[in-house]
T-cell receptor, first 111, second 115 residues
Framework: GDSVTQMEGPVTLSEEAFLTINCTYT??????LFWYVQYPGEGLQLLLK?????DKGSNKGFEATYRKETTSFHLEKGSVQVSDSAVYFC??????????FGQGTTLQVKP | NAGVTQTPKFQVLKTGQSMTLQCAQD?????MSWYRQDPGMGLRLIHY???????DQGEVPNGYNVSRSTTEDFPLRLLSAAPSQTSVYFC??????????????FGSGTQLSVL
């Protein structure tokens, strides 16, 4: 079945540092790829998405590129802020209804 | 437009008690689902539905029942609560997932403790 592997956290960075959170997936066919973010005490919300190979999703300074050849969708940000502290989830989506999430990566940004 | 509304926000149960977690959405979404979130386990899919009258199991369905009598509502029932069901539960909805750019809308969660 489909599966997602995210880098383990917590990831602790200083403000303005560069961020990478790795995500690789296994899925039949070519899913759409999503990153969701969960701020403390809240539900998940969509951060960015890419629907086909080589597409780049971007939002709030975050970017991720759909790499079909490596089945990856790594999340990056050039300069993190304290307000980016949250849990980040990678999620490949196919048309089966069974939307599977990675285990989540906790990001802590210190001033 | 309230989005996805979950009730209650917090609940404490004793082992063996039953209860229903409520979920309602006002966006006319066909797809609804329930997840549980546990430390180190991420989000795990319990049950999902692609329309009224249609439900299916996710990764961890045991101990939970669902029904979808209307498009708007998707309640999750715990028949006989166990300590292993202590978790944070999230309901989510979307237009039908076609492998395109549909996104999930999440409720704010229900924190359940089973003693």
């Amino acid at each position: 079945g489909d599966s997602v592997t995210q880098m383990e956290g917590p990831v602790t960075l200083s403000e303005e540092a560069f961020l990478t959170i790795n995500c690789t997936y296994t899925a039949t066919g070519y899913p759409s790829l999503f990153w969701y973010v969960q701020y403390p005490g809240e539900g998940l919300q969509l951060l960015l998405k890419a629907t086909k190979a080589d597409d780049k999703g971007s939002n709030k300074g975050f970017e991720a590129t759909y790499r079909k050849e490596t089945t990856s969708f790594h999340l990056e940000k050039g300069s993190v802020q304290v307000s980016d502290s949250a849990v980040y989830f990678c999620a490949p989506t196919r048309n089966t209804g069974k939307l599977i999430f990675g285990q989540g990566t906790t990001l802590q940004v210190k001033p | 437009n309230a989005g996805v509304t979950q009730t209650p926000k917090f609940q404490v149960l004793k082992t063996g008690q039953s209860m229903t977690l409520q979920c309602a959405q006002d966006m006319n979404h066909e797809y609804m689902s329930w997840y549980r979130q546990d430390p180190g386990m991420g989000l795990r899919l319990i049950h999902y539905s692609v329309g009224a009258g249609i439900t299916d199991q996710g990764e961890v369905p045991n101990g939970y029942n669902v029904s979808r009598s209307t498009t708007e509502d998707f309640p999750l029932r715990l028949l006989s609560a166990a300590p292993s069901q202590t978790s944070v539960y999230f309901c989510a909805s979307s237009y039908l997932l076609t492998g395109g750019d549909e996104k999930l809308f999440f409720g704010s969660g229900t924190q359940l403790s089973v003693l």
